[in-house]
């Protein structure tokens, strides 16, 4: 784990949905030499705390946790690496806030693929540069048909429907339709809390 600054919001999110995105994130076998489910010591739980709304916008965001918390920033780097080896804490990511870069047209793709080839297609999605966000979500039929989520971002509307094409050509005949809903507003995103 290094310090890094930066204009986006550092997250921290606690085990569930699936995603790929800007951060790190691995499957974490407990036999790693960690506990699954280990006890939260009060530093933990402070450091925790202090980070549930996102890491400070600083140069040094670590130094600023461990002075909230009254440590070292090795020893938040430490219990943070300890927490995300043990699968407490899932991923620490970027958050970035995409209108404020200009990106006007985030959409979220949703495709129709049969059940057999939604891993192969979500893999062949999931690896194009352009795609944030990619996973598997259940169909409702009739009214639903869509498996496979993607989300993309763009600063125009015309550049967006490229970046759409060019996942329906990733596809090919893989994709049996598709929609574009694209967002209208912000909503509050929140990573692990206690």
């Not at 489910?37 to 530093?43: I, T, V």
């Not at 598709?178 to 206690?194: A, E, P, Q």
Request: aromatic share 6%; proline share 6%.
């Amino acid at each position: 784990m290094t310090e890094r600054g930066g204009a986006e919001r550092g997250r921290i999110e606690r085990p569930g949905a699936q995603r790929r995105s800007q951060g790190a994130e691995r499957p974490r076998p407990a036999s790693e030499g960690q506990s699954r489910n280990p006890a939260l010591d009060a530093l933990d739980r402070a450091i925790v705390l202090a980070t549930q709304d996102g890491l400070p916008i600083t140069e040094r965001p670590y130094h600023a946790v461990a002075e909230t918390v009254g440590t070292s920033a090795e020893d938040v780097m430490a219990r943070m690496t300890r927490l995300l080896n043990a699968g407490v804490i899932r991923r620490i990511g970027l958050v970035p806030n995409h209108y404020a870069l200009g990106y006007r047209f985030n959409g979220m793709t949703v495709w129709d693929v049969a059940d057999e080839h939604v891993a192969e297609a979500g893999r062949r999605v999931g690896g194009l540069d352009f795609v944030s966000h990619c996973y598997q979500r259940p169909r409702h039929l009739p009214d639903w048909p869509y498996s496979l989520f993607a989300m993309i971002h763009a600063r125009e509307r015309a550049v967006a429907d490229q970046l759409v094409e060019r996942i329906a050509e990733c596809l090919g005949p893989l994709s049996r339709g598709h929609l574009v809903l694209f967002s209208s507003r912000i909503l509050k995103k929140t990573g692990l809390r206690l």
